[in-house]
């Protein structure tokens, strides 16, 4: 008898729960929506506690349904640390590319290894300066091979994120005008050997005698400096 009456209980919640205005279901009620009740929910009006409420798997059934392809830059700030991490590298991928743009700093350093090697140059080109200051190691050098930076966007890389960049990631980009002195100081010797044809002759310059001295005569005889 008992769980006939939570059965009848349960019908009556779920019942309840489609009857009520979207703007009236609780976070707890959010949480709880089904697949097909997610088709009938409009991401533009939800508040945020509704949208931070939302499940990973939740979120990547509205991305899929098309139903965030319109968030708005508040709405995208709503995103929680959380809901971020566990974002699929598909489910990311899924979503406008001015999300990137949107995202704050710290909602960029969330972003998981997988997303981050699945970005693409159409979202790289939409990080701000505060956004790649944000970038941590970890995230830089596990970024895919085949994108690349602006000069303007890389000269925000700090000497620290400089380092976490692998000698082929650096060797597969053309965004080295704009260095400052520091970024050419943090240059490692393994990584300079691979962007050295790139840079400019008062670029070399700086570049200390003894590190120089690292380089092969062979390695000299390749270099092209630019003027």
């Known amino acids: 008898m008992k769980s006939i009456t ?33 088709q009938n929910l409009n991401t533009n009006t939800l508040t945020k506690a509704q949208f931070q409420a939302l499940t990973t798997n939740q979120i990547a059934i509205l991305v899929n349904n098309g139903q965030m392809n319109n968030l708005n830059k508040i709405q995208i700030e709503f995103f929680t640390k959380s809901q971020i ?12 590319n001015m999300v990137v743009y949107y ?60 380092k976490a960049f692998t000698p082929l990631q650096l060797g597969l980009m053309d965004c080295f005008e704009d260095l400052t ?21 008062s670029q070399i310059c700086l570049i200390s005698v003894n590190r120089l001295k690292n380089f092969t005569a062979y390695e000299i005889s390749r270099i092209e400096p630019k003027v």
């Open 6 to 38: 939570l059965v009848f209980l349960l019908i009556a919640y779920t019942s309840a729960q489609l009857q009520t205005p979207q703007q009236d279901l609780t976070p707890a009620q959010i949480a709880d929506l089904t697949p097909e009740e997610l």
């Open 85 to 96: 991490e566990t974002l699929s590298s598909s489910t990311f991928n899924q979503l406008p």
């Open 103 to 162: 995202f704050s700093p710290n909602q960029i350093s969330y972003l998981s290894i997988n997303v981050i090697q699945g970005l693409g140059e159409d979202q790289i080109v939409h990080l701000q300066p505060s956004q790649i200051e944000a970038l941590t190691q970890d995230q830089i050098s596990n970024l895919n091979y085949n994108i690349s930076f602006t000069s303007a966007q890389f000269k925000f890389f700090s000497p620290a994120q400089i």
């Open 181 to 201: 002195v520091q970024q050419i100081h943090a240059f490692s010797n393994s990584q300079l050997e691979m962007i050295f044809g790139a840079f400019s002759q």
